[in-house]
């Protein structure tokens, strides 16, 4: 093999090995019988979200996958494969089988996920956690949660004694033009 030819395979390799280690989450999925039009539109998508997609030879993945300590990935690259980097360790797997309910073609093989290699199966559970977002918006209701509840006790109280609190009110506003008068008189 020619010097320059195998150089460069080993830096493509290197360069593969660096992805996985540092990125915190690595999906390898099966494209095979996606349409152009539809692998762009999952780019589109993935690139929305940060997410790298990659198609490498797999003896290269293989090769880097051995590299990075993580030769269990090395079981599901086989077929047509492509592999989606990124630094969020749910985006690329909820992506992709978000895409993959409506494009059959599409199968999620296994993953790295924060420096562990999971199955199929696992990648589905990753998938199924909300994005950063929705995390947020959950953790801001359980915060939200204890006040909010105050306020519900509080208007019930209110609303349950409608008579107490109105006749007070209703004295205080039959007194005020009785007063006025009577200053004004004076």
């Known amino acids: 093999m020619n010097k320059e030819i195998l150089e460069s395979k080993k830096t493509l390799v290197e360069a593969i090995a660096t992805k996985m280690k540092e990125s915190a989450s690595t999906v390898v999925c099966e494209y095979r019988g996606l349409t152009v039009a539809e692998v762009t539109e ?26 990075a300590d ?32 409506t494009h059959k073609a599409l ?32 953790f801001m209701s359980c ?11 509080v208007n019930a109280v209110r609303d349950a004694k409608p008579e107490e609190t109105s006749a007070p009110a209703a004295a205080a506003e039959e007194a005020k033009p009785e007063e006025s008068a009577a200053e004004a008189a004076a």
């Open 42 to 67: 999952l780019r589109r998508k993935l690139r929305a979200e940060n997410v790298e997609f990659k198609v490498y030879k797999n003896s290269m993945v293989s090769r880097a996958a051995e590299s």
């Open 143 to 153: 915060l939200q949660a204890p006040l909010r509840n105050v306020c519900y006790a």
């Open 70 to 101: 993580f030769a269990d990935l090395c079981e599901g690259l086989t077929g047509p494969n492509a592999i989606a980097f990124s630094s969020d360790a749910v985006a690329p797997a909820r992506i992709l089988a978000e895409f993959a309910k």
């Open 107 to 138: 199968v999620l093989k296994n993953g790295i996920v924060e420096g562990r290699v999971l199955d199929s199966a696992n990648m589905a559970q990753i998938a199924s956690i909300p994005g950063r977002e929705g995390l947020i918006s959950m």
